[in-house]
């Protein structure tokens, strides 16, 4: 069965900072990765997915993840944060063969300050 | 372009009653799935339509049932209502189904509060 590690409830960060979210994966076979967003009373609002190729990955409002394969891990990056990045995060797996289930992490929450 | 809509946005029922939630995929796309976000946790699946049949099932009672309809729009019905389906219910659309890489896009979600 897949299954997806989010190692940290919270992250804190100072605007302009780097931060890093963490995640690691199991899944039988070769992932699909993805990370998602979520603001408070919102959906999920995709950011990024590893499909296969480049190991760095880059996504939507300058976040990027870096897939390692040795280690299971997707960790969410982004080189200088910004108060507007403070949300919900989230890290999902889903297997390369078969249908697509989504399988969630259950968050980190970052919260950058000014 | 219009994102994915789901109605209601908030609903509160009773335990033992019936809910029916309905979401509007994003143009063009054919896939719908459906998710639970107790609060606290990450989305757990439920369901995936693909061409108004069903590609998967998560691990939820059969309480809970979908469809989905010619014009790809889906609904999640949830019998005999528990005290613990109070959650945000999501709904997503891709463009394809078992193609996992395609991404898939959530609506904003319905709030459903039992008591």
């Known amino acids: 069965a897949q299954s997806v590690a989010q190692p940290e409830d919270q992250v804190n960060v100072a605007e302009g900072n780097p931060l890093t979210v963490k995640c690691t994966y199991s899944v039988s076979g070769n992932p699909y990765l993805f990370w998602y967003v979520q603001y408070p009373n919102r959906g999920l609002q995709f950011l990024l997915k590893y499909i296969t190729g480049d190991n760095l990955v880059k996504g939507s409002y300058g976040f990027e993840a870096e897939f390692n394969k040795s280690q299971t891990s997707f960790h969410l990056k982004k080189p200088s944060a910004l108060v507007s990045d403070s949300a919900l995060y989230f890290c999902?797996?889903?297997?390369?063969?078969?249908?697509?289930?989504?399988?969630f992490g259950t968050g980190t929450r970052l919260l950058v300050s000014p | 372009d219009a994102g994915v809509t789901q109605s209601p946005t908030h609903l509160i029922k009773t335990r033992g009653q019936h809910v029916t939630l309905r979401c509007s995929p994003i143009?063009?796309?054919?896939?719908v799935s459906w998710y639970q976000q107790v609060l606290g946790q990450g989305p757990q699946f439920i369901f995936q339509y693909y061409e108004k049949e069903e590609r998967g099932r998560g691990n939820f009672p059969d309480r809970f049932s979908a469809r989905q309809f010619p014009n790809y729009s889906s609904e999640l019905n949830v019998n005999a209502l528990l005290l613990g389906d109070s959650a945000l219910y999501l709904c997503?659309?891709?463009?394809?189904?078992?193609?996992?890489?395609?991404?898939?896009?959530f609506g904003p979600g319905t709030r459903l509060t039992v008591l």
């Open positions: 997503a659309s891709s463009f394809l189904s078992g193609r996992g890489y395609n991404e898939q896009f």
């Open positions: 143009s063009g796309h054919k896939s």
């Open positions: 999902a797996v889903t297997p390369s063969t078969g249908f697509q289930k989504l399988v």
